[in-house]
């Protein structure tokens, strides 16, 4: 089962991504609301997967956050949930992001792409 770390700073996102992660059968083994609970706890928890808004960085040190995230949980496969795609995807994806997903996906589309990503920790 995998296991994942969730960080978004709106209960109601959180909420409703616990419960997709459950429906597809992976283990929330933390959850956080701002980025220093993240950053202090989630390495901790020997998680799979993490699952962080953008929205949660820090503004401006988006990239410098992330590096700093993958360094403390370097087996983790790292999805970043964004509202906006454009410029934060490709930021997301050179600080080495694993798999990004748009907020306005469906939830088909979002559970699809978790699932792909639950798959890439099975392969390592």
């Known amino acids: 089962m995998t296991r994942v770390y969730l ?18 059968e992976m283990e929330v083994i933390g959850e956080a609301a701002d980025w220093s609970s993240t950053l202090a706890n989630a390495p901790s928890t020997r998680l799979d997967m993490l699952l962080i808004s ?16 993958r360094a ?38 979002v559970a699809l792409h978790l699932r792909l990503a639950a798959a890439r920790v099975q392969t390592l």
């Open 54 to 69: 953008w929205d949660l960085l820090p503004i401006g040190w988006g990239v410098e956050a992330l590096a700093k995230l």
């Open 72 to 109: 403390a949980c370097p087996g983790a496969i790292v999805v970043v949930l964004a509202s906006n795609l454009e410029a934060r995807q490709q930021a997301a994806l050179s600080a080495g992001v694993d798999v990004f997903i748009s907020k306005n996906d469906t939830p088909e589309r």
């Open 7 to 24: 960080a978004d700073d709106l209960p109601d996102e959180r909420s409703a991504l616990r419960m997709m992660l459950l429906d597809l």
